[in-house]
DNA sequence: TCACCATGTATGTTATTTTTGACATGACAT
DNA sequence: ATGTCATGTCAAAAATAACATACATGGTGA
């Protein structure tokens, strides 16, 4: 909703301790290009609600360890 | 990230739990427009990651209680 | 009947996300 | 030195989310 988004991420650590996959095999995985998961990575913006699911499945874990909201917990 | 959204919500659920909160009432709490709500719950689009978040935080519940992915589980 | 409220519909506009392609850099191996 | 790989940058364009306004409908109550 805002160009810096409020909404931070753990991506990087994910990719890394899922064996370290890049962010090319990531964007394949979840169907998106590299570019865009360059810039979620990056805070540019966040992800629509799709691409988020997709990204917490590839790694296997709930949407909110992923994504997290401040002011959620 | 395409037109009929794979993602489904209990939005009309959870505002009828939450003493029959009206669609305004919601936006409002939100920081969206009442069309926005409408537009979600009827499915035309799903939201973005943030009003996501926003959502579930009025309702107090994890994010996947209010929007659900399938293939998730 | 009349007014009000919640919901839904319709249309057009703006903002943001996502895509694509091209190019730059540092690390590493040949 | 050359090639490859992962990452990063930039910019334009397409797709989608969100906005605003106006209007329609069914229910409820005065």
Redesign the interface.
């Known amino acids: 909703?805002?160009k810096p988004?409020?909404?931070t991420n753990d991506l990087r650590r994910l990719r890394f301790e899922a064996d370290e996959m890049t962010q090319a095999e990531l964007a394949k995985r979840v169907?998106v290009t590299r570019q865009t998961i360059l810039a979620i990575e990056q805070g540019k913006y966040?992800?629509?609600?799709?691409?988020?699911?997709?990204i917490a499945?590839v790694f296997g874990v709930?949407?909110?360890q992923a994504?997290q909201?401040p002011?959620?917990g």
Chains 1, 2 share one sequence.
Do not use: D, W
């Open positions: 909703m805002a988004t409020a909404i169907g966040s992800p629509s609600l799709e691409v988020a699911f997709k499945q709930p949407l909110e994504f909201y002011g959620e």
